[in-house]
């Protein structure tokens, strides 16, 4: 028994009762109650696994972090093309902005392996549904050895292995905004819910429910008369 668990260790896939989520370096996500609800903001480096259905503001919830970054943050795979103007008048600067378009899965992680360890990013998306563990165990350690950090960016159909990430996102499209569940965050057990309200971030791309009142016609008629 002690040998196996000796070996889930050495394979990052056990989490000490003692690792305590103050001990994790962390950093601002660039919105106050999504910090609020990690305890402290995003890990500072490391694999951070997003589950989320394409278009429903995956990438927006991420742009308040990206822009704060001082070196390269590349686009591996992504789902359209990156729109480097609308990214200019959000504040990025385009120059350290790279999209990779990679012919199959092995070349992605490949790429985005180098492009973490380089240490020359600040931050790589790599959109990618099928990853074994031992392919986090290498982007981990990539992302250790360059200071950087790893969005995996996944559909949340049809997953059902658990990966050794820092932290596990779960997002679903809300009429205020997302709501997210905190699947896994390294050095916490419970899992958090909560629906982030982006009326405040995005006023332009936010629509307030509007209650619809049905008016029979004998009562639309009557409305004339009088």
Request: net charge neutral; aromatic share 6%.
């Amino acid at each position: 028994m002690n040998d196996l668990i000796d070996l889930l260790q050495r394979q990052q896939l056990v989490w000490h009762g003692d690792e305590q989520i103050g001990n994790i370096e962390r950093v601002s996500s660039g919105n106050d109650e999504l910090d609020e609800a990690l305890q402290g903001g995003l890990p500072k480096y490391g694999v951070v696994d997003i589950q989320a259905q394409q278009g429903i503001g995956e990438l927006r919830l991420l742009l308040p972090y990206l822009v704060q970054q001082r070196k390269l943050t590349i686009f591996i795979n992504p789902p359209g093309y990156i729109n480097g103007h609308g990214l200019f008048h959000l504040g990025f600067e385009t120059a350290l902005l790279l999209s990779l378009s990679v012919d199959n899965e092995i070349d992605a992680l490949w790429a985005a392996e180098q492009c973490l360890k380089s240490a020359e990013c600040s931050s790589v998306l790599l959109w990618q549904n099928r990853l074994a563990i031992h392919h986090i165990k290498r982007l981990q350690l990539a992302a250790e050895r360059g200071q950087a950090s790893l969005f995996l960016m996944r559909s949340a159909e049809g997953v059902n292995l658990s990966l050794p990430v820092s932290l596990c996102l779960k997002l679903q499209a809300h009429e205020r905004g997302l709501a997210i569940t905190i699947k896994k965050q390294k050095g916490r057990w419970d899992k958090t819910h909560f629906i982030l309200d982006i009326s405040s971030y995005w006023p332009a791309l936010y629509r307030p429910t509007i209650e619809r009142k049905v008016v029979s016609l004998a009562q639309h008629r009557r409305r004339l008369i009088t």
